[in-house]
């Protein structure tokens, strides 16, 4: 459990640690498991290749869990979450091999929203192959 993040003590710019989430095919099968997504673009090569896609590519859900995780981990209570958005602008595409994909991902303190309410908005960079795969991703975060 991460140490409890106080609202006076955190800054507009302080930087959350970077975390890199690994992504294989069996992941994607898990998640699929899971969410009951068993849309063949996230399973199926020759499906994903069919509809214009490079590759099989990871659910956007999956992809938007991975990336809150990095606020989750930092404020070390999902429930301090209060509102948490994205935009979809790349997909993960995740090779058939042993190594699959990786998504990348940091976050900032980007305000100070409500003193009251010590709540913050960080935003998040979520990359994947050198490729920004969540546009406009940020979550208000209430803090003690």
Same mark, same amino acid.
């Given at each position: 459990? @991460? @140490?409890?993040? &106080? /609202? +006076? $003590?955190? #800054?507009?710019?302080?930087?959350?640690? #970077?975390?890199?989430?690994?992504?294989?095919? @069996?992941t994607?099968?898990?998640?699929? *498991?899971?969410?009951?997504?068993?849309?063949?673009i996230?399973?199926?090569?020759?499906?994903? &290749?069919?509809?214009?896609?490079? $590759?099989?590519?990871?659910?956007?859900?999956?992809?938007? !869990?991975? +990336?809150?995780?990095?606020?989750?981990?930092?404020?070390?209570?999902?429930? !301090?979450?209060?509102? /948490?958005?994205?935009?979809f602008?790349?997909?993960?595409?995740?090779?058939?091999? $042993?190594? *699959? +994909?990786?998504? #990348?991902?940091? *976050? &900032?303190? @980007?305000?100070?929203?409500? $003193?009251?309410?010590?709540?913050? =908005?960080?935003?998040?960079?979520? =990359?994947? !192959?050198?490729?920004?795969?969540?546009?406009?991703?940020?979550?208000?975060?209430?803090? !003690?």
């Amino acid at each position: 459990m @991460a @140490a409890e993040i &106080k /609202y +006076a $003590d955190v #800054e507009v710019g302080t930087e959350l640690p #970077e975390q890199v989430f690994p992504v294989t095919r @069996a992941t994607l099968v898990q998640y699929a *498991g899971a969410s009951g997504d068993f849309n063949p673009i996230h399973w199926n090569e020759k499906f994903a &290749k069919e509809v214009g896609l490079p $590759d099989v590519i990871a659910h956007g859900m999956f992809t938007m !869990a991975e +990336a809150i995780r990095v606020v989750t981990d930092w404020v070390g209570d999902p429930g !301090a979450v209060v509102e /948490y958005g994205v935009r979809f602008t790349k997909p993960v595409v995740v090779p058939n091999d $042993d190594e *699959g +994909a990786t998504i #990348e991902v940091s *976050g &900032k303190v @980007a305000a100070k929203l409500d $003193d009251e309410a010590r709540t913050v =908005r960080v935003d998040l960079l979520a =990359r994947s !192959a050198g490729q920004k795969v969540l546009g406009m991703s940020r979550a208000v975060v209430r803090l !003690a």
